[in-house]
């Protein structure tokens, strides 16, 4: 990773990657798996790794996305059912929070439901389900003839930094290198483990000027050049633990701190947004009037303000921007087995951006467009880790990737198109879009062309192992030195997703006590753990004997739907079942009991 020169001798460049795609075939010298079946990462001379991008998503990637019970079961009604809905949801926002942190799901039975505006949910713990989305099941369908959101998840407020001096201190390492857990603060703080906090990286007008976005304006006076103050960007954390003035995080540093460019510091924040949210099962869909109408349904459904929540299982038609679209103050979502298709809309900027992350923390996974823009895309100044994993794309009318002004930490596993994936500077492009990121990861991805260029001083930009006969550092506004390219044209087979790779690789490394349940007094263990044939779950108290039990892999696949072979030992304090047939990995068991969700994980040996 290490890069020899930074010039511009274009040529020499092509031959360096057309020598490395033939020396790493099938390998990457970057990131490899270990004999023990964990993976090697290989830093250059200042410690920069390719880093571990698998802390996203529901719950950081820990547990399954829960089964909520229903609470209230909602029938379509003739016209508009915008109150039909929005009362239903309101009726269970004022039921209270159960120990698992949901109020409960509200079905939506199959039918037509015809919303004439937006539907909000602005409180913690509500999941709308519906009963399909094959077009017989559950059809929502925004009729409003203007712009505008149909199902909004908005928190009142968001996060706020704590004011204590003792919970803000500078970062005094030298140098914080890309994939870095650990840093060093100033001594007097009251940091302590579990407490939520902000990477605050500050940039400074060097930095501004080493990327050249200080010249924007020259190229054409109506571009904006960036500005250091624009750029602090806050990356969320968790500590993980502590020893002494050195802090370890639950996921690893995305942008380089360098005295130099930057300065930054760790500060810890209060979370007042919404939580434990989802929409699941459902079609949604726009009216329109024509293929270019744009005064219709734009976002299908948008998180804001809110955490640890998820959208599954939806089939979204002719909304004009995007099926989902998470929005800066948003993290930790997953969005699973989604479709976009045929956005109705001029083809023009500000359209059609698919999946749409400006959030942080976020996972969107085996989901399908069509006809769209820029289907997987970050906006400006997002920070990473976020990662759009298993995800394909027909009739691509623009590219994927990071879109423009500086997003971080992004890794594109296993996506398929028809059309672009590009890193690039985007220079005046927009009102001056830049650099559109740095530490972009694409990995065993499939394109017709990608750009793939590399930004000034340590930032780097990798594509590892794609199927791509066109890649390049000439961009669309500019050419620059092409960033780190290995096993061009031959897949990583030793490694075929990096995300699932990282994720199995963090959470065997995991102490399993932390996945021991305790809600409400209810505590469960699983034993043996690991495990290569029966396994058992001991409670504290007596399980429900309708208890329910499905195996979900790390990929949030169930593999094994509600085991109905139960058997119930010790008064029914434990459950014994087989799990002999299962591959090597990493699963979670997830448990129905009293109505209750919980998850417990294990290794499969």
Same mark, same amino acid.
């Given at each position: 990773?290490?890069?020899?020169?930074?010039?511009?001798?274009?040529?020499?460049?092509?031959?360096?990657?057309?020598?490395?795609?033939?020396?790493?075939?099938?390998?990457?010298?970057?990131?490899?798996?270990?004999?023990?079946?964990?993976?090697?990462?290989?830093?250059?001379?200042?410690?920069?790794?390719?880093?571990?991008?698998?802390?996203?998503?529901?719950?950081?990637?820990?547990?399954?996305?829960?089964?909520?019970?229903?609470?209230?079961?909602?029938?379509?009604?003739?016209?508009?059912?915008?109150?039909?809905?929005?009362?239903?949801?309101?009726?269970?926002?004022?039921?209270?929070?159960?120990?698992?942190?949901?109020?409960?799901?509200?079905?939506?039975?199959?039918?037509?439901?015809?919303?004439?505006?937006?539907?909000?949910?602005?409180?913690?713990?509500?999941?709308?389900?519906?009963?399909?989305?094959?077009?017989?099941?559950?059809?929502?369908?925004?009729?409003?003839?203007?712009?505008?959101?149909?199902?909004?998840?908005?928190?009142?407020?968001?996060?706020?930094?704590?004011?204590?001096?003792?919970?803000?201190?500078?970062?005094?390492?030298?140098?914080?290198?890309?994939?870095?857990?650990?840093?060093?603060?100033?001594?007097?703080?009251?940091?302590?483990?579990?407490?939520?906090?902000?990477?605050?990286?500050?940039?400074?007008?060097?930095?501004?000027?080493?990327?050249?976005?200080?010249?924007?304006?020259?190229?054409?006076?109506?571009?904006?050049?960036?500005?250091?103050?624009?750029?602090?960007?806050?990356?969320?954390?968790?500590?993980?633990?502590?020893?002494?003035?050195?802090?370890?995080?639950?996921?690893?540093?995305?942008?380089?701190?360098?005295?130099?460019?930057?300065?930054?510091?760790?500060?810890?924040?209060?979370?007042?947004?919404?939580?434990?949210?989802?929409?699941?099962?459902?079609?949604?869909?726009?009216?329109?009037?024509?293929?270019?109408?744009?005064?219709?349904?734009?976002?299908?459904?948008?998180?804001?303000?809110?955490?640890?929540?998820?959208?599954?299982?939806?089939?979204?038609?002719?909304?004009?921007?995007?099926?989902?679209?998470?929005?800066?103050?948003?993290?930790?979502?997953?969005?699973?087995?989604?479709?976009?298709?045929?956005?109705?809309?001029?083809?023009?900027?500000?359209?059609?951006?698919?999946?749409? +992350?400006?959030?942080? *923390?976020?996972? $969107? =996974? &085996?989901?399908?467009?069509?006809?769209?823009? !820029?289907?997987?895309?970050? #906006?400006?100044?997002?920070?990473?880790?976020?990662?759009?994993?298993?995800?394909?794309?027909?009739?691509?009318?623009?590219?994927?990737?990071?879109?423009?002004?500086?997003?971080?930490?992004?890794?594109?596993?296993?996506? +398929?198109?028809?059309? *672009?994936?590009? $890193? =690039? &500077?985007?220079?005046?492009?927009?009102?001056? !879009?830049?650099?559109?990121? #740095?530490?972009?990861?694409?990995?065993?991805?499939?394109?017709?062309?990608?750009?793939?260029?590399?930004?000034?001083?340590?930032?780097?930009?990798?594509?590892?192992?794609?199927?791509?006969?066109?890649?390049?550092?000439?961009?669309?506004?500019?050419?620059?030195?092409?960033?780190?390219?290995?096993?061009?044209?031959?897949?990583?087979?030793?490694?075929?997703?990096?995300?699932?790779?990282?994720?199995?690789?963090?959470?065997?490394?995991?102490?399993?006590?932390?996945?021991?349940?305790?809600?409400?007094?209810?505590?469960?263990?699983?034993?043996?753990?690991?495990?290569?044939?029966?396994?058992?779950?001991?409670?504290?108290?007596?399980?429900?004997?309708?208890?329910?039990?499905?195996?979900?892999?790390?990929?949030?696949?169930?593999?094994?739907?509600?085991?109905?072979?139960?058997?119930?030992?010790?008064?029914?304090?434990?459950?014994?079942?087989?799990?002999?047939?299962?591959?090597?990995?990493?699963?979670?068991?997830?448990?129905?009991?009293?109505?209750?969700?919980?998850?417990?994980?294990?290794?499969?040996?």
């Amino acid at each position: 990773m290490y890069k020899m020169n930074k010039s511009r001798i274009y040529l020499l460049l092509i031959l360096i990657v057309l020598l490395q795609g033939i020396t790493y075939a099938q390998t990457s010298s970057l990131v490899s798996m270990g004999s023990n079946g964990n993976l090697i990462y290989t830093p250059d001379n200042k410690g920069n790794v390719v880093p571990d991008f698998s802390a996203v998503g529901y719950l950081n990637g820990e547990s399954p996305i829960p089964t909520i019970g229903v609470v209230l079961t909602v029938n379509p009604v003739a016209g508009d059912n915008l109150a039909n809905v929005q009362n239903a949801i309101n009726q269970v926002a004022a039921m209270p929070v159960d120990a698992s942190g949901y109020r409960g799901t509200i079905l939506f039975t199959a039918g037509t439901y015809n919303l004439s505006d937006t539907v909000t949910i602005s409180a913690s713990g509500i999941v709308l389900r519906g009963a399909g989305f094959n077009g017989t099941g559950t059809n929502f369908i925004a009729t409003k003839t203007a712009q505008h959101t149909l199902f909004n998840f908005v928190g009142s407020s968001s996060t706020s930094y704590n004011s204590s001096n003792s919970t803000r201190k500078a970062i005094t390492d030298p140098y914080v290198a890309i994939g870095k857990k650990q840093i060093t603060v100033a001594s007097g703080h009251t940091f302590a483990r579990g407490d939520k906090v902000f990477v605050h990286r500050i940039p400074n007008d060097a930095w501004i000027i080493l990327l050249g976005m200080n010249l924007l304006s020259n190229i054409d006076p109506l571009a904006v050049n960036w500005t250091a103050s624009a750029y602090d960007m806050d990356s969320e954390r968790k500590i993980e633990n502590i020893n002494g003035n050195v802090i370890t995080l639950d996921a690893p540093i995305m942008d380089i701190i360098d005295p130099v460019y930057s300065t930054g510091e760790l500060v810890k924040f209060t979370d007042n947004r919404i939580k434990n949210c989802g929409i699941e099962n459902m079609r949604i869909s726009s009216t329109y009037t024509s293929s270019t109408d744009e005064n219709h349904g734009w976002e299908a459904v948008a998180f804001d303000k809110i955490y640890n929540s998820w959208a599954k299982n939806l089939e979204v038609y002719y909304f004009g921007y995007s099926a989902v679209h998470i929005n800066s103050d948003a993290s930790f979502i997953t969005v699973d087995a989604c479709k976009m298709y045929d956005a109705k809309s001029i083809i023009d900027g500000g359209r059609r951006y698919s999946f749409n +992350v400006d959030g942080q *923390r976020c996972l $969107v =996974q &085996n989901c399908i467009t069509r006809n769209g823009r !820029h289907d997987y895309v970050n #906006g400006s100044r997002t920070c990473g880790p976020n990662v759009f994993y298993n995800s394909s794309s027909t009739i691509q009318n623009n590219d994927i990737g990071p879109h423009h002004r500086w997003a971080t930490g992004i890794l594109f596993d296993n996506l +398929v198109g028809d059309g *672009r994936m590009d $890193v =690039q &500077n985007r220079l005046d492009m927009g009102s001056g !879009h830049g650099w559109s990121g #740095g530490q972009i990861m694409f990995w065993n991805c499939n394109a017709n062309r990608m750009v793939i260029q590399d930004p000034p001083g340590d930032h780097i930009n990798w594509a590892i192992g794609c199927v791509c006969p066109d890649v390049t550092g000439v961009g669309d506004a500019t050419t620059e030195p092409l960033g780190v390219i290995q096993s061009l044209g031959t897949r990583i087979t030793t490694i075929p997703s990096l995300y699932l790779a990282q994720l199995n690789d963090r959470l065997a490394r995991l102490d399993n006590n932390q996945f021991e349940n305790n809600n409400a007094g209810f505590s469960m263990k699983l034993s043996p753990n690991p495990v290569s044939s029966t396994i058992s779950i001991i409670a504290n108290q007596p399980f429900d004997k309708n208890c329910t039990i499905s195996i979900v892999n790390s990929n949030g696949q169930v593999v094994i739907n509600q085991i109905d072979t139960i058997n119930f030992t010790n008064d029914n304090h434990e459950i014994s079942f087989e799990v002999s047939n299962l591959s090597s990995g990493i699963y979670f068991a997830e448990i129905i009991n009293n109505s209750i969700p919980r998850s417990i994980k294990f290794i499969k040996k």
